[in-house]
């Protein structure tokens, strides 16, 4: 009896993981088996914490050397879906300058994954906005240290 439990087990495992294959293409599948850059950053430079009309909530940290995004993390309560839009996201921001930050969008961070469900484009575009606020929060600090100096 728990020889044929384990078999079915296996081959629904398999049909699962085939089916998130399909609705989420090699490279979206690969990184929700590998979910990259999760975890909180202590003191990071920049900061967001959105939550979109799904429910789903992303925090984006962002952690500076010189202009350029040094490290980058995310963490989500959201469906794998957010959370490979917003392993994305911090990806594309690492070694970047607020200037290219500013130009990571929900297109950019779709067109880098490649295939992805058109029900749930919403998380890259709700990675993509998460991200610019933490942007925003980094350039606010960074307006007040300038501020403070004078």
Same mark, same amino acid.
């Given at each position: =009896?728990? @020889? ?9 495992? /398999? ?11 090699e490279k979206g599948f690969n990184r929700w088996m590998n979910i990259k850059y =999760? ?5 990071? @430079?920049?900061? *967001? ?6 429910? @789903? ?33 911090? /990806? ?9 930050? *500013? ?7 779709? /067109? ?5 469900? /058109? ?8 990675? *993509? ?7 925003t929060n980094y350039m606010i600090k960074q307006a007040k240290r300038k501020e403070?100096?004078?």
């Amino acid at each position: =009896m728990e @020889d044929k439990f384990d078999e079915f087990a296996k081959r629904l495992q /398999e049909e699962i993981l085939e089916q998130a294959r399909e609705i989420y293409g090699e490279k979206g599948f690969n990184r929700w088996m590998n979910i990259k850059y =999760m975890g909180v950053i202590e003191d990071p @430079d920049g900061h *967001a914490r959105v939550t979109g009309r799904c429910g @789903d909530t992303i925090e984006i940290f962002l952690k500076f050397n010189g202009e350029k995004v040094e490290k980058a993390s995310f963490i989500t309560d959201g469906c794998a879906s957010s959370a490979i839009c917003a392993s994305f996201a911090v /990806e594309l921001a690492i070694g970047k300058i607020p200037d290219e930050i *500013a130009e990571i969008t929900g297109e950019r961070i779709l /067109e880098e994954i490649g295939k992805f469900p /058109e029900e749930e484009r919403h998380c890259a575009f709700l990675a *993509a906005e998460t991200l610019q606020e933490a942007l925003t929060n980094y350039m606010i600090k960074q307006a007040k240290r300038k501020e403070e100096k004078r």
